[in-house]
């Protein structure tokens, strides 16, 4: 009328090894949420600075700069790091931006009026810091992105 102590010490046990299982896996998941956000992040961005652009707002282009941990939508063609009007974007902590392979080298994107057509085509790669999943981040002449 009672549970033995090798009863317990089992029962402890299994739940020790599902916890343990369960843990590995959800860590696993944020790990690759985190990336995939910060994917997401950069197409967000890109897709601000080209309707900005294909709106003409204050008569100017738009364009994105990519740095290791953000990405930041600058005006003109091209990019003054420290300017009050850009809008910089921080990736999400835990991920960076690993490889920027864009068409003629640089770090900036910028669209054209009228077409929105992207003066760069490439592509991105953001990955989890401590070596995880990576996403790529295709950029076309376009100037769409996926």
Same mark, same amino acid.
């Given at each position: 009328?009672?549970? *033995?102590? +090798?009863?317990? &010490?089992?029962? +402890?046990?299994?739940?020790?090894?599902?916890?343990?299982?369960?843990?590995?896996?959800?860590?696993?998941? &944020?790990?690759?949420?985190?990336?995939?956000?910060?994917?997401?992040? %950069?197409?967000?961005?890109?897709?601000?600075?080209?309707?900005?652009?294909?709106?003409?707002?204050?008569?100017?282009?738009?364009?994105?700069?990519?740095?290791?941990?953000?990405?930041? %939508?600058?005006?003109?063609?091209?990019? *003054?790091?420290?300017?009050?009007?850009?809008?910089?974007?921080?990736?999400?902590?835990?991920?960076?931006?690993?490889? %920027?392979?864009?068409?003629?080298?640089?770090?900036? %994107?910028?669209?054209?009026? &009228?077409?929105?057509?992207?003066?760069?085509?490439?592509?991105?790669?953001?990955?989890? *810091?401590?070596? @995880? @999943?990576?996403? &790529?981040?295709?950029?076309?002449?376009?100037?769409?992105?996926?």
């Amino acid at each position: 009328k009672g549970f *033995t102590l +090798i009863e317990i &010490l089992i029962s +402890i046990a299994v739940v020790g090894i599902i916890a343990a299982v369960t843990i590995s896996a959800s860590r696993s998941f &944020l790990k690759n949420k985190t990336v995939e956000s910060a994917a997401y992040e %950069i197409l967000s961005a890109l897709s601000k600075a080209r309707s900005l652009t294909l709106a003409s707002k204050n008569a100017s282009k738009y364009g994105v700069h990519f740095d290791s941990g953000s990405v930041t %939508i600058f005006k003109g063609t091209s990019f *003054t790091a420290g300017n009050p009007e850009n809008d910089v974007i921080a990736l999400y902590r835990g991920a960076r931006i690993t490889n %920027i392979s864009l068409s003629g080298g640089g770090q900036d %994107i910028v669209f054209e009026r &009228l077409s929105g057509k992207s003066t760069r085509s490439g592509a991105v790669t953001v990955s989890e *810091t401590g070596g @995880g @999943g990576s996403r &790529l981040v295709n950029i076309y002449k376009t100037g769409l992105a996926e």
